[in-house]
């Protein structure tokens, strides 16, 4: 089906050869030397694979484009992506993973999926549409039939059409709420925001605002298929999404429930594929706060468990999210969290962990925490590398890693995204998938930008077209796709990785 091939008899004859070798000779041997480099290029992601000839030949090209990259006076990976996004997009290796096939997009969260511009230069036109301003300073938005009650802390409501009518030019008007609804700025980031807690409680204020756009019933539907089309227009063919499951409400005030909303999800998903035959389709992962109580969680999981049953091909499983340092730990969950072992019922986890650069703390054991209670993904798993006994763990049970290099800068766990700890997770083969968490709060989109970082970043010059082609076939392989389901959209995927490949080479010679 596909021209992979493992390399072992490299590894196995390197080994019988540095064991004969290695401490017989007075001076180091350079076939010796030979051996090791071989042997640790092939140990990285991507390195036991078997090219062919057209790999070969574009891979040749990648590395030329590399290399001018990283000889650069600004490399993007080494800057914050707020200032890095323009040099990015004049990158030729930006250009050509766009087009790549990049499987799937196994980390996104709901209402970050979609640029900002479209939310306020569509949303915010529609009529019935009111904005307050909060003490924060922030906005919140509703759709109303009729004038919507006041809220706490927030200016007296104004229908967006009649303010915009009064003015000349909207533009600043429509400048300030951009700014509401993401984290980018043209601003230095690093005085925009100094600290975790100044970005974290700016990236919460965001959500905040964006909360009651979205969750207008005909809004929801739009986002939600925007989003798709985002992704599928970014060569992603698959996607699992992190979802609240909000009460979606309609304009006169009524309000849906959580099955209404996933049913939402899948009948948008299903509309989608049947007009883009080519996109595998997308899976839910329900999700809610970790700052909740116990019984919350416990009711939380509960349902879960119904919903699972209800959408057993759709609904992928359940995590915690929010920021893990301020959030209670997954320990202190364990009752509720052990619910569907005790019952017998299937309920998959897919747990957020060591998103923290704290050390000795009860957060700090949340990725030990997540393998006992059987997460079949660890969300960011940024800590991972200082925790050797939970390192070995998931590469024994195949629990792959989802790291999202945007947005563990952005959020301020790492600065230099060549320092990014993911790095050395990949230099060992680590399973290892890249997502994009946040793309709309990140001023980024799709999956591209954060490819980006993870091959130029992460790899340096040693990454090659096989780290590409692994990383796409991990995010198949390591979804929660059936393996049946697995084996169709890797065949898929395949198809559309030869017509990358071939048509690479021909806008090269061309």
């Given at each position: ?89 004049r ?32 949303v ?55 700014g ?9 980031p ?17 959500f ?126 364990r ?24 050390e ?29 006994v939970?390192k ?14 945007i ?66 076939i ?12 697995q ?24």
């Amino acid at each position: 089906m596909m021209p992979v091939q493992l390399q072992c008899p490299l590894v196995a004859v390197a080994c019988v050869f540095m064991c004969c070798l290695f401490g017989t000779l007075s001076s180091p041997d350079p076939r010796v030397r030979e051996a090791l480099i071989e042997l640790e290029a092939s140990m990285q992601t991507g390195g036991q694979m078997v090219l062919t000839d057209a790999e070969q030949r574009l891979d040749a090209l990648l590395f030329e484009m590399k290399q001018e990259e990283i000889s650069r006076g600004d490399f993007p990976p080494a800057v914050h992506f707020f200032s890095a996004k323009r040099l990015i997009q004049r990158s030729p290796v930006f250009s050509l993973l766009q087009k790549m096939p990049k499987g799937g997009a196994l980390h996104v969260h709901d209402f970050s999926m979609v640029d900002v511009e479209w939310l306020v230069k569509n949303v915010t036109y529609r009529p019935h549409c009111y904005m307050c301003s909060t003490d924060e300073p922030s906005f919140r938005f509703i759709f109303s039939s009729q004038w919507p009650k006041p809220l706490p802390r927030c200016s007296p409501w104004v229908l967006l059409e009649n303010l915009r009518s009064k003015m000349v030019n909207a533009t600043d008007l429509d400048n300030s709420i951009r700014g509401n609804l993401t984290l980018f700025t043209d601003q230095d980031p690093e005085v925009a925001f100094p600290s975790q807690d100044v970005v974290w409680d700016r990236f919460e204020q965001a959500f905040r605002a964006v909360w009651g756009l979205v969750t207008y019933a005909p809004v929801f539907r739009d986002y939600y298929y925007q989003g798709l089309t985002q992704f599928y227009t970014d060569n992603v063919m698959y996607l699992e999404l992190r979802a609240l499951l909000p009460e979606v409400y309609e304009l006169d005030g009524s309000t849906h429930d959580r099955a209404w909303t996933l049913k939402t999800y899948q009948d948008i998903t299903t509309q989608f594929v049947s007009k883009h035959p080519d996109f595998f389709g997308a899976r839910i992962i329900i999700t809610n706060q970790r700052r909740a109580n116990r019984s919350a969680i416990a009711q939380a999981v509960e349902e879960a468990m119904k919903l699972k049953k209800d959408f057993p091909d759709f609904m992928a499983g359940f995590d915690l999210v929010g920021r893990e340092d301020r959030g209670k730990p997954l320990w202190y969950f364990r009752d509720a969290l052990s619910l569907p072992a005790e019952k017998g019922v299937t309920l998959p986890y897919f747990f957020h962990a060591g998103e923290t650069d704290l050390e000795g703390t009860e957060v700090d054991q949340n990725l030990l925490d997540a393998l006992l209670l059987n997460t079949s993904r660890i969300g960011h798993g940024f800590a991972l590398v200082r925790h050797p006994v939970a390192k070995d763990l998931s590469r024994k049970k195949g629990v792959a890693v989802e790291v999202c290099p945007i947005s563990n800068q952005v959020l301020k766990l790492v600065k230099d995204l060549r320092n990014h700890p993911a790095a050395a997770l990949m230099l060992e083969n680590h399973p290892v998938v890249i997502s994009s968490d946040d793309p709309a709060m990140f001023g980024a989109s799709g999956l591209s930008y954060d490819f980006y970082e993870a091959f130029v970043g992460f790899g340096g010059i040693k990454s090659h077209i096989g780290s590409l082609k692994q990383l796409a076939i991990n995010s198949i392989r390591y979804s929660s796709l059936s393996p049946r389901q697995q084996k169709e959209a890797l065949v898929l995927w395949q198809k559309r990785w030869n017509t990358f490949v071939t048509e690479s080479e021909f806008l090269k010679t061309n």
